[in-house]
């Protein structure tokens, strides 16, 4: 039998360089990481825009790091990247962040983290950059979807979205977990923790919660939570948020009549990845109170850390915390107002959560991740061989 070649791999990781990196970003930063740890064997080819933060990846024997320009982003995606496949003549091309090329002249796999934008517009608003976006997505998803060999996504509840949404079989939609970094971890560096405190001027007890201006991320709810504990006397802990401007929050204080608040609120701005684990061992629990997941990493990467997790009852979040963290309706203030006092006051619950959580995040790993997504490439190839013949 004839040895097969092996397979020359395009992956689309457009905002790799991205210096301020969220998200999709970091999951295709994680995923190629891996592959290149797994696979020795295969080609790689990871296209992406040049930017400042060109250090993160390494090219290897087998993995060759490929700049792409041109923007805007549909023209990159739409022209530029299907010439770059053809280019280095790809035999399977993966698109890691919801849209994909109408005609990419090869076998195509698209992770489709969610379709938040074509549910509800209510929970799609935000700045003019997430709108667009959205835009872009509304229009490109539902005409490359049929043009993919696979669909893959993050959990069993967006495949069911995804599978009821386009009327497709579960087989065409694989669920593929995301994990958590090596970095997010309970750490004993008492020094580097302590650097940490330092930079951003942290108090010595706080909750802890990633703010953006997507109102699915639920500030609302929680700068209410918060304003009911304070009312009562019942605020014990500051709120540390990042990645959030101060006019921003300053109309939201005044839009729920609480501009007293803004005492009780430590603003960071952008934090980097790679010093996110020590801010979490720092927290006294992490509020992820979200309207609308997908996934839903920094919980995984809260429980790494040892910081008790309070989330929602919603979409995908009761999958991702399995048991280990406190649930809330995020669309009850009272409820989440609730939990962080219960957090705060009863030491056997925090205990307990930060032991189930410890538990939890061993069940997911980027290696397997990176194994999965590699045995999806080989058979989206194989079977286009078959079906070509």
């Not at 429980?303 to 919603?314: D, F, K, L, Q, W």
Request: glycine fraction near 4%; include cysteine.
């Amino acid at each position: 039998m004839q040895k097969q070649r092996p397979l020359r791999i395009g992956i689309e990781a457009q905002r790799l360089y991205r210096p301020h990196k969220h998200g999709m970003d970091i999951v295709a930063l994680e995923l190629i990481r891996h592959l290149q740890e797994i696979d020795q064997t295969n080609e790689y080819f990871i296209f992406m825009k040049p930017d400042s933060d060109d250090k993160v990846v390494r090219e290897t024997a087998n993995f060759k790091l490929v700049e792409v320009d041109g923007s805007p982003y549909p023209i990159w995606e739409q022209v530029k990247l299907p010439q770059a496949a053809k280019q280095h003549q790809i035999d399977v091309l993966h698109c890691t962040s919801n849209t994909a090329p109408l005609n990419s002249g090869v076998p195509l796999v698209i992770t489709l983290h969610d379709i938040i934008y074509l549910e509800s517009v209510n929970l799609t608003k935000g700045t003019w950059y997430q709108r667009i976006g959205n835009m872009y997505r509304r229009w490109n998803v539902p005409r490359v979807i049929p043009a993919c060999q696979q669909v893959l996504t993050v959990s069993e509840y967006e495949q069911k979205r995804i599978v009821q949404h386009f009327g497709l079989s579960e087989k065409q939609v694989e669920v593929v977990y995301n994990s958590v970094g090596d970095h997010f971890k309970v750490s004993s560096d008492i020094e580097a923790i302590a650097a940490i405190k330092s930079k951003y001027n942290l108090p010595d007890r706080f909750i802890f919660f990633l703010a953006n201006t997507d109102p699915k991320k639920n500030l609302i709810g929680v700068l209410k939570a918060m304003a009911l504990l304070k009312a009562k006397g019942q605020l014990q802990s500051p709120l540390v948020m990042l990645d959030y401007a101060e006019e921003n929050l300053t109309a939201m204080l005044t839009e729920i009549g609480a501009p007293e608040l803004r005492a009780d609120i430590k603003l960071c701005g952008y934090v980097p990845n790679k010093e996110l684990p020590y801010i979490f061992n720092l927290s006294s629990l992490f509020l992820y109170p979200s309207l609308r997941e997908s996934f839903g990493i920094p919980i995984l990467e809260a429980m790494a850390c040892g910081s008790p997790v309070i989330t929602s009852n919603t979409s995908s979040m009761p999958e991702v915390a399995g048991g280990a963290a406190l649930l809330i309706d995020p669309f009850d203030p009272q409820t989440i107002a609730d939990a962080i006092q219960r957090v705060e006051t009863e030491p056997a619950l925090r205990q307990q959560l930060i032991v189930r959580g410890l538990e939890r995040v061993r069940k997911f790993s980027w290696a397997r991740t990176a194994e999965q997504v590699k045995g999806i490439y080989e058979s989206v190839y194989h079977k286009s061989l078959v079906s070509s013949k």
